[in-house]
Structures are given as structure tokens and as C-alpha cells.
T-cell receptor, first 112, second 113 residues
């Protein structure tokens, strides 16, 4: 049972434009969310996080939005750069558990 | 700060053979995780250690998979015997505590033929 879903396997965006990556979850007990970025042949690297007490967290070009009522979060990258081309995973953890549940990833391609 | 080290990077074995993976977490990180990532899927937790004790191994196929973390530092993950469906990238991650996000290693890509 996939508790964290990324329904878009891939996304292509022109350099300089905004990239929006979406993530949906089913477990209402999830209260802490992460985004990871993964280049080929490397492990995922932490990008940005958000706690359920917030609805927005910003770090440079990266902003994560959380809509708890819709059980939806999104990652915005503005402006997109070719070096942002990677697979992006969202992950979520409940306030009663230890492990993070990962989505299946979205492959972002930023076209120069 | 040195990252999470994993070896080997790649391994090809025949089904029914055995294989072992090694992980050295970031110094001082108490929590260590082994994840399995099958192609096209997100990472799935296999086992979680807090120091040298197991916190969660509910998704570890214990008939063929085993893991240990002696002295609360390095960890090994073993598969014996391997099946074709074990072909995946095995990721090790560590964190200072269960309340923090992880740092992942580069993973070991296992191919079972």
C-alpha cells in the first residue's frame, strides 16, 4: 500500500521557469515531510523539510508547500536550472512512527 | 564531515548465492537504516538500528535477509540465498537521532541473474 504518491513520473521545464513537483499522502498521522534529490549512481540527498505546524518553508530557490486538508505537498523550484535535473522523492513520517515512507519519485529535466 | 560510506558499489551474483553489503555511517550518528530501492519505486525501509539495537525490522524478509550493527557503528546486510527479485539498490542512511532526516550513502546496486 503506497502511502506516499508522486503521480507524475517525469516533468520537463525550460531553464528559468518554475518547476512544480507534487506529492500526495494518505495517512493523516503524517506530520513531518522531506524532499530528497537524487542524481544517477548517487544516494538521495536531503533538500528541504516541512513540519505539519507550517504550511510553507523556503530555502533559496526551493519552497515546499503543505496543504494538510488535501493531504498534499508540493516543491517549487524558481528559477529552474539545468543542474536541478534529477529524480525528486518526497517522504513522510507519522508522529507515532520512526520510519519515513517514500514516494516513487519524479524525474525532473530542466532544458537549457 | 565525511558522508555515509557503502561498499561494494556494484555486485552481480547468481540466484541462490549469498551476498553481503557494508555500511559506515556518519560519525556520531546513532540511527542507521537499510533501504531497498527497486527500479521505478521509492526506497523501502528494511531495518532500522538505534545504536546497536534493532528498532524496526518488520519489513525485512527474515528467511533470507539478516543485518547487524556491531558496536553501534558499522553495519552489514546479508542476503542468503538471493532471489531474482532481490535485484535493487540497497541504500544505507544514518541520522543523529530518529527525529532527524537521513543522510544516504551512494548505495550498492545488486543484480541477481
Amino acid at each position: 500500500d503506497q502511502q506516499v504518491k508522486q503521480n507524475s513520473p517525469s516533468l520537463s521545464v525550460q531553464e528559468g521557469r518554475i518547476s512544480i513537483l507534487n506529492c500526495d499522502y494518505t495517512n493523516s498521522m503524517f506530520d513531518y515531510f522531506l524532499w530528497y534529490k537524487k542524481y544517477p549512481a548517487e544516494g538521495p540527498t536531503f533538500l528541504i523539510s516541512i513540519s505539519s505546524i507550517k504550511d510553507k518553508n523556503e530555502d533559496g530557490r526551493f519552497t515546499v508547500f503543505l496543504n494538510k486538508s488535501a493531504k498534499h505537498l508540493s516543491l517549487h523550484i524558481v528559477p529552474s536550472q539545468p543542474g536541478d535535473s534529477a529524480v525528486y522523492f518526497c517522504a513522510a513520517r507519522s508522529n507515532t512512527g520512526n520510519q519515513f515512507y517514500f514516494g516513487t519519485g519524479t524525474s525532473l529535466t530542466v532544458i537549457p | 564531515e565525511a558522508g555515509v560510506a557503502q561498499s561494494p558499489r556494484y555486485k552481480i551474483i547468481e540466484k541462490r548465492q549469498s551476498v553481503a553489503f557494508w555500511c559506515n555511517p556518519i560519525s556520531g550518528h546513532a540511527t542507521l537504516y537499510w533501504y531497498q530501492q527497486i527500479l521505478g519505486q521509492g526506497p523501502k525501509l528494511l531495518i532500522q538500528f538505534q545504536n546497536n539495537g534493532v528498532v524496526d525490522d518488520s519489513q525485512l524478509p527474515k528467511d533470507r535477509f539478516s543485518a547487524e550493527r556491531l558496536k553501534g557503528v558499522d553495519s552489514t546486510l546479508k542476503i542468503q540465498p538471493a532471489k531474482l527479485e532481490d535485484s535493487a539498490v540497497y541504500l544505507c542512511a544514518s541520522s543523529p537521532d530518529i527525529n532527524y532526516g537521513y543522510t544516504f550513502g551512494s548505495g550498492t546496486r545488486l543484480t541477481v541473474v
